[in-house]
């Protein structure tokens, strides 16, 4: 935990921002970085030290060779446990505790510290250990992975808050038992004002790459990285003389990744040691794009990394080679270049293209600064964490209720039932033609804000292609929009599926619309009353005009509902939808297949 150490900064850049807000943090860490495999701080079995930002740090010997071998990784993690719970039963005024994964063990005594001293346990997800592993092949053993889904579920029911970094992550949570009330996401980000440096004017030269364009991995080397992809990439990219790769970091799989280039005959790429993370900011403003990578497992399409952040705040370009929650990230902001996980060609067909057209690199950038500055920014992430801690000390004043009235959820699941019983033959009918017509997935799964905004997937019929411009850049929404999908948006038959929403307790029937989770830091304090209640299938902004009013309209209406919410109220609008669909009433603006993003009215902070 140190931006002198190379790897992430979250933990370390957040305890800064509280500390500064007056509280006291004290971070228990391990003498060993799990990157480089150095010790750090002071010597002894115990240290102390005093950072910069204010916070103590107290370390506690842990096994050091944690890159020998996994055992050895084992043996580091079960040090650390012991050693870290010890330490931390002799901390005075404690009023929250928070434990970190992965891995999990971690946690596990984290947990165990704030059942000791009668506080509530913060349970952050940074990864989905032990699926991850077991998805990698790391862990096999059949009693290991018992013990790691134990061990995850009752940490996921224990936790007073599980607080996952991207919300990818919130489904798999939910499924193992975690609570939805008690789930909030404080994602990862960036402290994008430590990108405004200029470029260090010495890496070029050392390296021996001045007059090349430099694409740049920087981060954790370890298998999960599929470093191989971007070396078979590579190899496709000899022949250009004017591009270098550089693959900076370190981690267990180095050794084997410079011995893999080397038989390959790579004299394009170029290895180089990690650096600290205070050093990595004029380290990327002196490159031209940026790579991000991950094998192509199911779980790595929920993941935020935090490189990715780190990329776009230095107005770089990216090119991902990772599907899923940080595509929607990347592709919003417009900071970058999607390319398929584990597809070499693909991979080194982006670099080329970017490589040629140092517009786009200079605009991509530029887009991507923008949108991590305004949306990511970790002072945004720290107001949040503040909130969700002063929430949970002793004391302090719980948050409401959902609002609504009594039996509101037993007639949602009730009318949701007998709904999707009665349209079942018109649920098939649009599943074939969606499928036949635009083709697989059926289901267009979004994650989106539900009540008190917490997030949730919202299932609905797919309306939309997935095609792209020249630039690999998702085309505008009308152009997007098929023939079918016009179709079903007009009668709002691609919202049907949302009735399963409705019996899982994410939506009401009647309700605010829920949207995307980044609005979330765009509302007032008077607009962020909307999420006092479930999101609804339909709402009263629905049936007062839908898209052919403003943002503003509709959050006036939302803020009204929620102010007057009753069972004559949601009758009134259900039946006015019924109208509304069948006159197709307010469905759009003319020429527009959907609104247009909605940016916020709410004051920048200083």
Same mark, same amino acid.
Request: a positive charge.
């Given at each position: 935990?140190?931006?002198?150490?190379?790897?992430?900064?979250?933990?370390?850049?957040?305890?800064?921002?509280?500390?500064?807000?007056?509280?006291?943090?004290?971070?228990?860490?391990?003498?060993?970085?799990?990157?480089?495999?150095?010790?750090?701080?002071?010597?002894?079995?115990?240290? =102390?030290?005093?950072?910069?930002?204010?916070?103590?740090?107290?370390?506690?010997?842990?096994?050091?060779?944690?890159?020998?071998?996994?055992?050895?990784?084992?043996?580091?993690?079960?040090?650390?446990?012991?050693?870290?719970?010890?330490?931390?039963?002799?901390?005075?005024?404690?009023?929250?505790?928070?434990?970190?994964?992965?891995?999990?063990?971690?946690?596990?005594?984290?947990?165990?510290?704030?059942?000791?001293?009668?506080?509530?346990?913060?349970?952050?997800?940074?990864?989905?250990?032990?699926?991850?592993?077991?998805?990698?092949?790391?862990?096999?053993?059949?009693?290991?992975?018992?013990?790691?889904?134990?061990?995850?579920?009752?940490?996921?029911?224990?936790?007073?808050?599980?607080?996952?970094?991207?919300?990818? &992550?919130?489904?798999?949570?939910?499924?193992?038992?975690?609570?939805?009330?008690?789930?909030?996401?404080?994602?990862?980000?960036?402290?994008? /004002?430590?990108?405004?440096?200029?470029?260090?004017?010495?890496?070029?030269?050392?390296?021996?790459?001045?007059? =090349?364009?430099?694409?740049? &991995?920087?981060? $954790?080397?370890?298998?999960?990285?599929?470093?191989?992809?971007?070396?078979?990439?590579?190899?496709?990219?000899?022949?250009?003389?004017?591009?270098?790769?550089?693959?900076?970091?370190?981690?267990?799989?180095?050794?084997?990744?410079?011995?893999?280039?080397?038989?390959?005959?790579?004299?394009?790429?170029?290895?180089?040691?990690?650096?600290?993370?205070?050093?990595?900011?004029?380290?990327?403003?002196?490159?031209?794009?940026?790579?991000?990578?991950? /094998?192509?497992?199911?779980?790595?399409?929920?993941?935020?990394?935090?490189?990715?952040?780190?990329?776009?705040?230095?107005?770089?370009?990216?090119?991902?080679?990772?599907?899923?929650?940080?595509?929607?990230?990347?592709?919003?902001?417009?900071?970058?270049?999607?390319?398929?996980?584990?597809?070499?060609?693909?991979?080194?067909?982006?670099? $080329?293209?970017?490589?040629?057209?140092?517009?786009?690199?200079?605009?991509?950038?530029?887009?991507?600064?923008? &949108?991590?500055?305004?949306?990511?920014?970790?002072?945004?992430?720290?107001?949040?964490?503040?909130?969700?801690?002063?929430?949970?000390?002793?004391?302090?004043?719980?948050?409401?209720?959902?609002?609504?009235?009594?039996?509101?959820?037993?007639?949602?699941?009730?009318?949701?039932?007998?709904?999707?019983?009665?349209?079942?033959?018109?649920?098939?009918?649009?599943?074939?033609?969606?499928?036949?017509?635009?083709?697989?997935?059926?289901?267009?799964?979004?994650?989106?804000?539900?009540?008190?905004?917490?997030?949730?997937?919202?299932? =609905?019929?797919?309306?939309?292609?997935?095609?792209?411009?020249?630039?690999?850049?998702?085309?505008?929404?009308?152009?997007?929009?098929?023939?079918?999908?016009?179709?079903?948006?007009?009668?709002?038959?691609?919202?049907?599926?949302?009735?399963?929403?409705?019996?899982?307790?994410?939506?009401?029937?009647?309700?605010?619309?829920?949207?995307?989770?980044?609005?979330?830091?765009? &509302?007032?304090?008077?607009?962020?009353?909307?999420?006092?209640?479930?999101?609804?299938?339909?709402?009263?902004?629905?049936?007062?005009?839908?898209?052919?009013?403003?943002?503003?309209?509709?959050?006036?209406?939302?803020?009204?509902?929620?102010?007057?919410?009753?069972?004559?109220?949601?009758?009134?609008?259900?039946?006015?939808?019924?109208?509304?669909?069948?006159?197709?009433?307010?469905?759009?603006?003319?020429?527009?297949?959907?609104?247009?993003?909605?940016?916020?009215?709410?004051?920048?902070?200083?």
């Amino acid at each position: 935990l140190s931006s002198g150490e190379s790897g992430g900064t979250r933990h370390e850049e957040l305890a800064r921002y509280l500390t500064a807000r007056g509280h006291q943090v004290v971070v228990v860490a391990g003498q060993t970085s799990y990157l480089t495999g150095r010790k750090m701080g002071p010597a002894g079995m115990v240290s =102390k030290e005093r950072t910069q930002g204010g916070f103590e740090i107290i370390r506690c010997a842990t096994h050091s060779k944690i890159h020998r071998s996994f055992a050895d990784r084992l043996a580091a993690f079960f040090t650390f446990v012991l050693g870290s719970f010890l330490v931390s039963l002799w901390i005075r005024n404690v009023d929250v505790v928070w434990g970190t994964s992965p891995p999990l063990f971690q946690a596990g005594s984290a947990l165990a510290v704030a059942r000791l001293k009668r506080v509530p346990f913060v349970f952050e997800v940074r990864d989905l250990w032990p699926d991850f592993a077991i998805q990698l092949g790391v862990l096999k053993h059949p009693a290991g992975i018992r013990f790691g889904h134990w061990l995850e579920r009752l940490l996921y029911r224990s936790a007073d808050l599980v607080m996952p970094n991207s919300p990818g &992550y919130v489904p798999h949570i939910v499924q193992r038992g975690g609570d939805e009330a008690r789930i909030q996401v404080v994602p990862n980000g960036v402290d994008v /004002r430590a990108f405004d440096v200029p470029p260090d004017p010495g890496f070029r030269h050392r390296l021996g790459l001045e007059n =090349k364009i430099i694409a740049l &991995y920087s981060g $954790a080397l370890g298998y999960a990285n599929d470093l191989e992809t971007l070396l078979e990439a590579s190899k496709q990219l000899v022949s250009r003389r004017d591009i270098a790769v550089v693959i900076l970091g370190d981690g267990k799989e180095r050794h084997r990744l410079q011995r893999q280039a080397e038989d390959m005959g790579l004299s394009n790429v170029v290895f180089a040691s990690a650096r600290p993370k205070s050093e990595m900011a004029p380290i990327l403003a002196s490159v031209d794009i940026c790579v991000a990578t991950l /094998r192509d497992i199911p779980l790595f399409a929920t993941p935020y990394p935090n490189k990715v952040f780190d990329y776009m705040a230095a107005g770089k370009p990216v090119v991902l080679a990772i599907d899923g929650a940080i595509r929607e990230v990347v592709e919003a902001a417009g900071g970058g270049v999607f390319s398929p996980p584990g597809d070499a060609e693909a991979l080194a067909a982006t670099i $080329a293209r970017l490589a040629d057209d140092g517009e786009l690199r200079q605009h991509m950038g530029a887009s991507g600064r923008g &949108y991590v500055a305004q949306y990511f920014d970790r002072r945004l992430q720290g107001e949040m964490l503040e909130r969700l801690l002063q929430e949970l000390a002793p004391g302090a004043a719980r948050p409401e209720k959902i609002r609504g009235y009594p039996g509101k959820r037993s007639t949602d699941v009730l009318l949701a039932t007998v709904a999707l019983i009665l349209c079942s033959p018109l649920l098939v009918l649009t599943a074939a033609s969606v499928w036949l017509f635009i083709g697989r997935p059926v289901i267009y799964r979004q994650t989106r804000a539900g009540a008190f905004g917490r997030p949730f997937q919202l299932l =609905k019929f797919r309306s939309m292609t997935e095609a792209f411009d020249e630039e690999g850049r998702p085309l505008p929404d009308d152009r997007r929009l098929t023939r079918l999908g016009r179709r079903l948006r007009a009668w709002s038959l691609d919202e049907l599926p949302e009735l399963v929403n409705v019996l899982r307790g994410d939506m009401s029937l009647v309700g605010p619309r829920p949207l995307v989770i980044r609005y979330l830091d765009r &509302y007032s304090s008077e607009q962020m009353r909307r999420h006092h209640a479930r999101p609804g299938i339909t709402g009263l902004s629905q049936v007062s005009g839908r898209n052919a009013i403003s943002w503003e309209e509709k959050f006036k209406l939302d803020v009204w509902y929620v102010n007057h919410i009753s069972p004559w109220l949601d009758a009134r609008i259900l039946m006015r939808t019924l109208l509304a669909i069948a006159r197709r009433h307010g469905v759009s603006q003319p020429g527009q297949a959907t609104m247009e993003e909605f940016l916020g009215n709410r004051p920048t902070s200083q």
